[in-house]
């Protein structure tokens, strides 16, 4: 059984918006996968719909077999989530907002709860309000993983946290991975995050799954093309090359990204031009999502 | 044991983990029997993901670098003298493979191509040798 399953989800806005039109995966258990998309693809939207905070439209969410509005406590207790935007009672003291997660969940792990706190120097007296970004987000972290979750949803954790905070975002999670085994759901535009922490990707393009496959498939069956500017080397003569999917055109010279070894997309562009001083580079994960969704990453 | 990862790089994290392992192995800085950190602590050390690690460590068993005895750490597998120099033989070759492709775009020739590895080599070999040229590349 999948740890959580989206089954051809679709959910609209009430200006009649759509904003997913059958989203279908799931995660294994131990499973990490990067959720990406352009902003507005609608991440946050099936994050939301996996925790039961929406309903989707059309489709079924299940987290261990359970639909999280059918079953919000057994679904909760065994979830960790954190959000870009997540709202902590401001009046409220860090050890306060504490306790109260330590009363709701069973499974809650003290050591862990003290080795967070040290590790992140929380100040347990101070109010949530008079907390920075970075220490109300520890805090949401510190919540979310204390009851060593079978499954952690983060929806641009990362987001606004300075690099320092940042990788201790990072490497809580990777402890979580390491001593729970916990299956791992996050969207980032840290296109270097989701490289460290993703064995997945699964792209979320005009309300649909465009991409889902294993990381480093991902990145071995494309390749990137650096053909140098000359007037019979244009974008419609790239993209008409076999294999071809996307074109850019750079002040250094035109790069062009194929779904193909490289040697074979090296071949296939002097077939084209003849000699070209061509050359391939590894494509980053970052200059494939801007090629595949000619988006702002 | 000295890795560095790279994500911006585009090399897959774990071919750049093994590439990393196989020259430290190549260079003799890993020798026979040197053992390997756990799965774990590389991953929390640098920051990612355990299974990639134990991908990397999985393809680097199959090449016959490194070998997993049970409940131990996994380490660098015996060699036989040649087979190390095999294995500088094989480092080097895989460098040159891109140099290989650069030289086939660039339409240079074989015995041209050949010419300025020899050059190069001799210039390392005598790095006071009077040749202007060579003396900027060392």
């Avoid at chain 1, 799931?26 to 959720?35: A, C, P, T, Y």
């Avoid at chain 1, 606004?160 to 402890?175: H, K, N, V, W």
Wanted: charged letters at 25%; a negative charge; one cysteine or more.
């Amino acid at each position: 059984m999948s740890i959580i399953e989206f089954n051809n989800i679709h959910r609209a806005y009430k200006r009649g918006i759509d904003v997913l039109r059958g989203v279908s995966f799931s995660l294994e258990k131990g499973e990490v996968v990067g959720l990406l998309g352009k902003n507005g693809a609608g991440k946050t939207t099936l994050m939301r719909i996996a925790m039961g905070m929406i309903e989707p439209q059309k489709g079924i969410v299940s987290l261990f077999g359970l639909g999280p509005r059918d079953e919000p406590i057994q679904v909760k207790r065994r979830v960790g989530y954190v959000s870009e935007d997540q709202i902590l009672p401001e009046f409220l003291r860090v050890r306060e907002v504490i306790q109260l997660h330590r009363g709701l969940f069973p499974t809650w792990d003290e050591a862990l709860e003290h080795d967070l706190c040290k590790r992140f120097s929380l100040p347990l007296n101070a109010k949530i309000r008079s907390l920075s970004k970075g220490q109300a987000r520890q805090v949401a972290l510190l919540c979310a993983v204390s009851h060593r979750p079978e499954l952690l949803l983060l929806d641009e954790p990362a987001g606004g946290l300075d690099p320092a905070a940042r990788r201790e975002f990072l490497e809580t999670s990777i402890q979580m991975l390491n001593e729970t085994g916990t299956t791992i759901l996050f969207s980032s535009h840290y296109m270097s995050d989701v490289e460290r922490l993703a064995g997945r990707v699964v792209m979320i393009h005009e309300g649909g799954v465009l991409i889902d496959s294993d990381i480093d498939l991902l990145r071995e069956g494309h390749s990137l093309v650096l053909v140098p500017h000359a007037p019979k080397v244009t974008r419609d003569a790239l993209l008409s090359i076999e294999g071809c999917i996307g074109v850019r055109d750079r002040s250094d010279a035109m790069h062009a990204v194929f779904r193909c070894q490289p040697r074979d997309a090296l071949d296939r562009v002097a077939r084209q031009f003849g000699s070209t001083g061509a050359r391939h580079r590894d494509v980053a994960l970052e200059e494939m999502f801007i090629e595949l969704v000619g988006g702002q990453s | 044991m000295l890795i560095v990862v790279d994500p911006h790089s585009g090399v897959p994290v774990y071919r750049q983990i093994m590439d990393q392992v196989k020259f430290h192995v190549a260079s003799g800085l890993l020798n026979a029997g040197d053992e390997l950190p756990s799965t774990r602590a590389l991953s929390s050390e640098l920051g990612i993901n355990p299974m990639t690690i134990s991908k990397a460590y999985s393809y680097l068993e199959r090449e016959g670098v490194v070998e997993r005895r049970p409940g131990r750490p996994l380490v660098v597998k015996a060699f036989e003298t040649n087979q190390i120099h095999d294995n500088r033989i094989n480092q080097l070759r895989e460098s040159l493979a891109a140099t290989v492709t650069i030289a086939k775009q660039l339409g240079i020739r074989n015995d041209e191509a050949i010419a300025v590895f020899r050059e190069l080599l001799e210039n390392e070999a005598n790095p006071q040798a009077p040749d202007n040229e060579g003396k900027e590349q060392s």
